[in-house]
């Protein structure tokens, strides 16, 4: 079922999971030269191409991975001036009702851009959907936040603990994290549950970045990390927080990807239709009274397996 697996229709093979992790080690090396080291100045927008040697673990668990260098200067920019004129204060999604609601838990402006909304955000996108492995499809629009002083995240999840917010393309498996200026002082994305490692802290993190692992806000740098364990589970060890803003301006973009798409054109009223091969299978195990937000859904948005439900 959907909800054990961030993969539709069950987790790929052994297999096929090895001639992925080829096929990235394999890209070109770019016929894009220094731009696409994200210098000062770079004015090219490279198509979806990835360089393994950018990408490094920092935590395990939780599973977290720094790209640096991932967008160039010019890239970074473009995205705050799309956004620049468009903030409003970010929201939370209420644990019970589902809702977006103002909290002093989360103090930055905010705003999303459509996908694909330009080439360049429809190249950033490409480049996200290349580095995850993971459909273009299932991502969130990209949403640019800015921070001034003292604004922040206080810790939390980006899996969701409601049935409304997984209606549609189930739970955000990963995020990416976008950084689009350095800043001069806070403003770590902070991962306080997860393992330590033993080569030391580094000595200008701020107080709230000093427990679990931390990282500096570097402008063009990329963070990824999974909410969801590879066994489809919610990851406690996800928790993580945006410090405040000590000293400077924070501009960052955060795309969120889903188990499933987050794209699906959803059934029109009456129309009686499977939209994932298992179904029927699903259905036999019980899911459509398990799992009824997926498999039936609701009038307005429409589960995925109405006709093995007997629903219409």
Request: aromatic share 10%; proline share 5%; hydrophobic share 35%.
């Amino acid at each position: 079922m959907a909800a054990s697996s961030p993969w539709a229709g069950g987790r790929p093979p052994a297999l096929a999971r090895l001639l992925l992790l080829l096929s990235l080690l394999t890209l070109p090396a770019g016929r894009y030269g220094a731009a696409r080291a994200g210098g000062k100045g770079s004015s090219v927008y490279p198509a979806a191409v990835v360089y393994p040697h950018h990408s490094r673990q920092i935590s395990w668990k939780p599973r977290v991975f720094l790209y640096q260098n991932f967008l160039s200067y010019d890239e970074a920019n473009h995205l705050i001036s799309l956004a620049r004129a468009e903030l409003k204060r970010s929201a939370v999604a209420n644990n019970m009702s589902g809702k977006s609601t103002l909290s002093e838990v989360r103090t930055s402006y905010g705003t999303f851009l459509r996908k694909g909304q330009d080439p360049i955000v429809a190249s950033i996108e490409d480049k996200i959907a290349a580095w995850t492995f993971l459909p273009k499809e299932n991502g969130e629009d990209i949403q640019v936040l800015r921070y001034k002083h003292g604004e922040k995240y206080e810790p939390h999840y980006d899996y969701f603990t409601d049935n409304v917010n997984t209606v549609r393309g189930g739970h955000r498996y990963a995020t990416v994290l976008l950084y689009l200026t350095d800043v001069e002082g806070g403003g770590e994305t902070v991962f306080p549950l997860a393992e330590e490692f033993d080569d030391g802290k580094d000595a200008t993190l701020s107080e709230c970045a000093q427990k679990g692992i931390a990282v500096k806000p570097r402008r063009g740098d990329a963070l990824l990390f999974f909410n969801l364990s590879p066994d489809g589970t919610t990851d406690s060890m996800s928790l993580h927080a945006g410090c405040p803003v000590i000293k400077g301006e924070k501009w960052s973009a955060t795309k969120w990807i889903r188990v499933a798409s987050f794209d699906k054109v959803h059934h029109t009223r009456g129309n009686c239709t499977d939209e994932n091969e298992s179904c029927t299978k699903w259905a036999a195990l019980g899911e459509c009274i398990k799992n009824p937000e997926y498999m039936v859904g609701t009038t307005t948005l429409p589960g995925y397996c109405r006709r093995s439900c007997n629903v219409c």
